[in-house]
């Protein structure tokens, strides 16, 4: 999202720059995101997207977006997709084998649920094969990773933009997006590898409501924006911090996913949070109940006035805790 020129900004040009195919390099081949798709092992099979050429797609140059074009945005309608527990057995992709869901997985993810279990094959297939998450992590896709992502909804604004910093495998953005039609998801990753995964998960699932940018974010500050920003394992929280306010909007959200020293690191960052301006640091426990263990969030508050303020789509705890105060008052 672009936001208008300020006095004293240069005035960015925008120049289209054609991409040319990449010659594949030396080693063994590389599988395309549709073929894992496709080879669901009795399971349904992502939507074909639109020939892309052959091999990966290229990933766009340093700068660049890459727009989803596989049609209308992905809708969270009809049933819910329901999981029949620890005897279903697991899925198995050439080398891959992908767990099957937990029970808590369709609680959490509902509808969108089918379209999670294709993102944890594509984790598992071409996400292990291209380096981009490690071959020890695919037995521990949901509990870990996927889970853990899905229940940071309960923290972001209904119709909110939001911008996953060092995106990487997708992880929470792609999660957060799927589950989320409601949102405007902008993935920014610097590594080219990354964004031509990223680009092939966006087409493969469909996700319309999904942008690819290539650049880092002290490299797009004052061209990017967005209510909220995300980000999971990127840097320590003081550094991740001078990132992430360059690309929220005032009075905007920043979630930091973090583990268990996510206090101790608050604490820590907290003499260069108050320099930045911050107005509210806060460490959060996201999907309380709906997973174990629930997903440790430090959140600040950007400064400024003007913020996104948009209900939550799901009560957390905080908010449960600040009605019932209410309520006791009056």
Not at 228 to 234: K, P, S, Y
């Amino acid at each position: 999202m672009m936001l208008p020129p300020q006095a004293g900004w240069p005035v960015p040009v925008p120049v289209p720059v054609p991409v040319p195919a990449r010659a594949a390099p030396a080693g063994p081949p590389v599988t395309p995101v549709a073929t894992w798709l496709s080879s669901a092992g009795g399971r349904e099979a992502a939507p074909p997207p639109p020939p892309p050429g052959p091999g990966p797609v290229p990933g766009p140059g340093l700068g660049q977006s890459l727009s989803s074009s596989a049609g209308p945005p992905a809708t969270n309608s009809g049933s819910p997709v329901s999981s029949s527990g620890p005897s279903k057995p697991e899925i198995t992709l050439s080398s891959a084998v992908v767990p099957a869901p937990p029970p808590s997985a369709s609680e959490v993810f509902g509808p969108a649920l089918a379209l999670a279990e294709q993102y944890a094959r594509l984790l598992a297939g071409p996400g292990v094969e291209r380096g981009l998450i490690g071959p020890r992590e695919a037995g521990r896709l949901w509990e870990r990773h996927l889970l853990n992502c899905a229940v940071v909804d309960e923290l972001v604004p209904h119709g909110a933009s939001l911008i996953d910093i060092g995106s990487g495998a997708g992880l929470p953005g792609i999660v957060l997006a799927l589950l989320r039609p409601d949102l405007r998801v902008t993935l920014l990753e610097p590594m080219a590898r990354r964004v031509t995964f990223l680009g092939e998960c966006v087409a493969g699932l469909r996700l319309g409501n999904v942008t690819v940018h290539r650049g880092r974010a002290e490299e797009v500050t004052g061209h990017l924006a967005a209510d909220v920003v995300t980000a999971r394992a990127v840097a320590p929280l003081d550094r991740l911090a001078t990132l992430a306010l360059g690309l929220v909007r005032p009075g905007g959200t920043v979630l930091a996913l973090k583990g268990e020293r996510a206090a101790h690191e608050a604490k820590a960052a907290g003499p260069a949070l108050r320099r930045l301006g911050v107005t509210e640091v806060t460490v959060l426990s996201a999907g309380t109940g709906r997973i174990h263990p629930a997903t440790t969030v430090v959140r600040l508050i950007a400064p400024g006035t003007g913020g996104y303020t948009g209900s939550l789509p799901v009560a957390g705890p905080e908010s449960r805790r600040r009605r019932s105060s209410t309520r006791a008052r009056k």
